[in-house]
């Protein structure tokens, strides 16, 4: 075995360089906000908006598909939804027929709760994202 010969060192240079360009503009907007936070702050306002919508939209079709009340999907569908329409019912009338109704305060509900997340969602991207450098 030749021993002449001196062994090489390998040196890990991944941590001496960044892998990520830098970039000279903040990454904090108005109040020392992260960016990456708001994204996650209106994700979670929108996912919530999706649930409550879509919840709602489920108890629209079983009232008007005359699901039996007494089942235990419908009744927890009709519990999640009512705190978000006792504001909204009697707001319109609710025709019915032969245990088929349509609840036009569902539809109306929805697109109230649509355009107070967007709005809110607008407004805290207005109020704390990032300005773009001038």
């Not at 919508?53 to 009512?82: C, E, H, W």
């Not at 245990?99 to 929805?110: K, R, S, W």
């Amino acid at each position: 075995m030749d021993t002449s010969e001196p062994r090489r060192k390998f040196e890990d240079t991944t941590q001496s360089r960044s892998i990520r360009p830098q970039s000279t503009s903040p990454e904090t907007g108005a109040y020392g906000i992260n960016q990456a936070t708001l994204r996650r702050v209106t994700g979670l306002i929108e996912l919530g908006t999706l649930i409550v919508n879509s919840t709602i939209g489920i108890r629209f079709i079983l009232k008007l598909m005359a699901a039996n009340p007494d089942n235990a999907f419908a009744q927890l569908v009709y519990f999640f939804t009512s705190p978000f329409l006792f504001i909204f019912i009697g707001l319109t009338r609710t025709p019915s027929f032969d245990g088929i109704v349509i609840e036009f305060y569902d539809l109306i509900a929805i697109m109230v709760y649509f355009v107070l997340a967007w709005v809110v969602v607008r407004l805290i991207w207005i109020l704390f994202a990032r300005l773009k450098p001038s």
